[in-house]
């Protein structure tokens, strides 16, 4: 069964910076997507970032470019956001999710299927 568990928001003030930390337990094999996805109240969900099991990566949100990275541990699934130069309108919760490729898989998967494995969330609140 594979787990995922974020943590590390909490409340900022615009400009400030946080880190999200996922970590995983359970067997997601070799080949496989991480990302962060972040939903405010009244909105749809927003995929924010990807990386995959080869440490390919990419901002998938254009709001977030060259504020937020995310990044993978060598050899462990475990993933972050790193988010910088914070704004109102990041404000929302932060899911982690993950998904096994398939044999004939390439990356683009991880930009455009859904993902099976989800975490509870973690608040982010950024204020003005």
């Known amino acids: 069964q594979v787990r995922l568990v974020e943590s590390g928001g909490g409340s900022v003030q615009a400009g400030g910076s946080l880190k999200l930390s996922c970590i995983v337990s359970?067997?997601?094999?070799?080949?496989?997507?991480m990302g962060w996805f972040r939903q405010a109240p009244g909105k749809q969900r927003e995929r924010v970032a990807v990386?995959?099991?080869?440490?390919?990566?990419?901002n998938t949100l254009d709001s977030v470019a060259d504020r937020f990275t995310i990044s993978k541990e060598n050899g462990q699934n475990n993933v972050y956001l790193q988010m910088n130069s914070l704004r109102p309108e990041d404000t929302a919760m932060y899911y982690c999710?993950?998904?096994?490729?398939?044999?004939?898989?390439?990356?683009?998967?991880?930009?455009?299927?859904?993902?099976?494995?989800w975490g509870q969330g973690t608040q982010v609140t950024v204020s003005s």
């Open positions: 990386i995959d099991n080869d440490h390919i990566a990419q």
């Open positions: 359970g067997y997601l094999g070799m080949r496989y997507c």
């Open positions: 999710a993950a998904l096994r490729k398939g044999p004939y898989d390439d990356y683009e998967v991880c930009v455009g299927n859904e993902y099976k494995y």
